[in-house]
């Protein structure tokens, strides 16, 4: 696949924030002076091949949802001229935990349909869910600092001259990312460091105090940027001394009247200061939660649009999440641009914002990567795809993922790129370098050979004779293999059947599509998991005398709830062609549907609708997967 690269700003900050080596401790904090970022810096973003998946509205405004890491919509913005205004972005915080989410099988529409004919309630307490790993949150604070230094200069590279950032974090990694955001916008570009103060979390804590609060991070890219003053409402109303500008001084004074007495002024509102009380988002909360795991609120977001743009410009979050930015930037009559690497992220924001009315393209880096659901899950699942492999613990884990045993050539460790870093996906000079210099070396004498995969090379030739080259302090031998040919057939289609026919309405004919039955492996693998897992948990606690109760999953003959959401494309029959959604149901986890972005109270009847014939049906099932039958 070729590659290009764009280059970040020329003008880039030099070590200012670097921590030095403290003869007492020892301790270092390396994110500059690590050769692979430094040689990344200096050779530019990588950029692959961008294609669109899908247009929602004439999309006018040009909004944008990637389907893709930071970095690489970074390269993407900036090849195409793109400068936005506003940058918003809730990174994972480095806290060592795994996210996962509640997948909801569906009610049968069949059984719903025999319960409505009966006119009988349906108890809730039917609804079964299992959990799906979305991603960990598990980095070393060195790995993570210099992730995080290359994304920052990658965002400020495609930043207008006036533009803001805010940077989301908490207590874990926060203060670190400071230094490097001093050294990448100046510490003379510092604004703010917010606290969000979400009062309404649950707290455990009995050896500490509650950990109730995030900081976000506000620096300007110059020291002319857009800021204005938001104000929220006082429970009532008070009286205080009127301020106003003075230009001489430039500060902020006591108005005064023409006998030079203060000013007082009556007022319901006042000026939001750096500490904001605003609750966080809660399952039972009506409105907003999207069973999303680091959702967070409207109204935090509302404040930080309005604050630092203005009608019409741009509002970027590379790490969207469940879209919150881009919705908020839609309801403000902004433009937005919303990237993320998790197939989540990018369905869940995609349905809030057609919900919402936006108009935006859906658009996918290809890096030559087909992953599995996103890139944590496609790690995870490569130790199986990799016919041998086998964990080592006797091996280096920042370089070996396991190793293959050879009837002759012995344990052969096996090196992977970290399909959660861009940066990692395109083996060059600096990283075989690292691997010579660094993990052979440490490796047993018995080791004669190491596979090391690869999903990009810049030069295959250039590489294999740096590798002689270099490769002189061992005789182990390393042998260079594509990933991608491992990965190609990691998404599976899962299958279905329907009847596509014509009705009739009380004004018009229209296209019916009734599904009758959807069977997807991964789904049944995963409910057969969940069914084992309890059935054995039940088991012991009932051989160990406790109480115990557990009731299984059970998936119809038809499969129908499994599926999550459907749409039919009435304009192009071609298969890989970009989606045009036509119309398009949501399933809702409680079994009644979501119309065309609307909600209504409607249980699903098994069909979708449409004025024109549909050409093909994309289905999304309740894990994520989405697949395109020709109609």
Not at 26 to 52: F, H
Not at 276 to 285: E, K, T, V, Y
Not at 415 to 444: C, F, G, Q, W
Not at 594 to 617: E, F, H, Y
Request: net charge negative; glycine share 4%.
């Amino acid at each position: 696949m070729a590659i290009i690269y764009i280059p970040y700003d020329p003008d880039t900050l030099e070590g200012q924030a670097r921590l030095g080596c403290f003869a007492r401790t020892k301790r270092m904090l390396y994110y500059k002076d690590n050769d692979k970022v430094i040689s990344r810096i200096e050779r530019g973003m990588p950029i692959y091949e961008v294609a669109e998946s899908e247009t929602v509205g004439n999309n006018a405004e040009g909004n944008i949802v990637m389907h893709g890491e930071c970095l690489s919509t970074c390269a993407y913005l900036k090849d195409k001229g793109i400068e936005v205004d506003l940058v918003y972005i809730d990174p994972p915080f480095a806290s060592g935990a795994d996210y996962a989410k509640k997948i909801h099988v569906r009610r049968n529409p069949l059984v719903q349909k025999a319960i409505n004919d009966a006119e009988q309630q349906l108890d809730n307490s039917d609804m079964m869910a299992f959990e799906e790993k979305m991603y960990g949150d598990i980095w070393d604070k060195e790995r993570y600092l210099n992730w995080m230094y290359e994304n920052l200069m990658a965002i400020k590279a495609v930043m207008s001259d006036t533009a803001s950032i805010y940077v989301h974090l908490d207590y874990h990694i926060g203060h670190y990312v400071k230094i490097l955001m001093d050294e990448i916008f100046g510490e003379e570009n510092f604004r703010n460091e917010i606290i969000w103060h979400y009062y309404n979390k649950m707290q455990g804590n009995v050896n500490r105090f509650a950990s109730n609060h995030d900081s976000i991070y506000f620096y300007s890219k110059s020291d002319v940027f857009f800021y204005k003053q938001i104000k929220e409402k006082r429970e009532e109303t008070v009286k205080q001394i009127k301020r106003i500008w003075d230009k001489e001084t430039q500060k902020l004074v006591n108005a005064k009247d023409d006998n030079g007495k203060v000013i007082y002024i009556e007022t319901d509102e006042k000026t939001i200061d750096d500490v904001w009380r605003l609750s966080m988002l809660q399952p039972a909360d009506k409105e907003e939660p999207l069973d999303y795991s680091t959702q967070k609120p409207e109204a935090l977001l509302e404040r930080i649009i309005k604050a630092s743009s203005n009608e019409g410009m741009v509002v970027a979050d590379f790490f969207g999440g469940s879209g919150v930015a881009a919705a908020v930037a839609h309801k403000l009559g902004r433009k937005f641009v919303h990237g993320d690497a998790n197939i989540n992220s990018i369905q869940t924001a995609r349905d809030r914002l057609v919900g919402a009315g936006a108009e935006f393209t859906m658009m996918r880096v290809r890096d030559g990567v087909r992953l599995f659901r996103n890139p944590v899950q496609t790690m995870d699942k490569l130790a199986s795809l990799i016919t041998g492999l086998n964990t080592d613990t006797s091996l280096d884990k920042r370089f070996w993922a396991g190793s293959i045993h050879d009837s002759q050539k012995g344990q052969m460790p096996v090196y992977l790129p970290n399909l959660l870093d861009s940066s990692s996906r395109v083996m060059d000079k600096t990283e075989l370098n690292h691997i010579i210099r660094e993990a052979l070396p440490d490796l047993s004498n018995e080791v004669k050979q190491v596979i090391v995969y690869y999903i990009d090379v810049e030069d295959m030739e250039a590489l294999r004779q740096f590798i002689h080259d270099e490769n002189t302090q061992t005789d182990i031998e390393i042998e260079l293999r594509d990933l991608k040919q491992v990965l190609d057939d990691v998404v599976m289609e899962d299958e279905a059947t329907w009847t596509l026919s014509q009705v009739q309405t009380e004004l018009f004919a229209k296209w019916q599509l009734k599904m009758l039955t959807y069977h997807s492996d991964y789904v049944l693998k995963k409910v057969l998991e969940f069914n084992l897992k309890g059935e054995q948990q039940h088991n012991k606690k009932k051989a160990d005398g406790k109480k115990s109760s557990f009731k299984r999953i059970e998936i119809s003959d038809e499969g129908l709830e499994c599926i999550e959401w459907l749409s039919v494309d009435c304009t192009n029959a071609q298969k890989d062609a970009p989606w045009h959604s036509d119309a398009e149901v949501k399933i809702e986890k409680t079994g009644t549907v979501t119309l065309n972005g609307t909600k209504t109270r409607q249980p699903w009847d098994c069909t979708i609708t449409s004025d024109a014939k549909p050409l093909r049906l994309k289905v999304r099932n309740i894990c994520g997967d989405e697949t395109v039958y020709i109609l």
